[in-house]
């Protein structure tokens, strides 16, 4: 029974490792004249299964799964006090432009 328990975990996890990679595209560096026009997020930081973009007007700040069930599912990044995080430019390697 332990045994059966820990093979479906192991392939619950090794399915949950290989991910598809999305069809929308965001920009990488946010200027005012948009690379990609179409998309209204820039990415912040990518993961190999999820990553951390803001919305352009609004700069709120979302996590996008990139997980195979998962995959494209927005989560709204809240501050300490519950609020919407806004995005403020200063974050770990993000590359200004």
């Known amino acids: 029974m332990k045994k059966g328990i820990c093979i479906l ?5 090794a399915i949950g490792f290989t991910g598809c990679s999305g069809t929308v595209e965001t920009e990488k ?3 005012t004249e948009p690379q990609n026009p ?3 997020f820039v990415e912040v930081e990518q993961a190999s299964i999820w990553e951390i ?3 352009k007007k609004t700069k709120v700040m979302y ?3 990139g997980g195979y069930y998962n995959q ?3 989560t709204l990044l809240v501050d300490e ?3 919407p995080r806004i995005w403020d ?3 770990p390697g993000y590359e200004k432009g």
Do not use: E
């Open 53 to 55: 973009v803001y919305d």
């Open 38 to 40: 179409k998309s209204m």
């Open 72 to 74: 494209g599912n927005f």
């Open 63 to 65: 996590a996008v799964s």
């Open 81 to 83: 006090n519950g609020n």
């Open 89 to 91: 430019g200063d974050w």
């Open 29 to 31: 560096v946010y200027n």
């Open 9 to 13: 975990l192991l392939a619950t996890a």
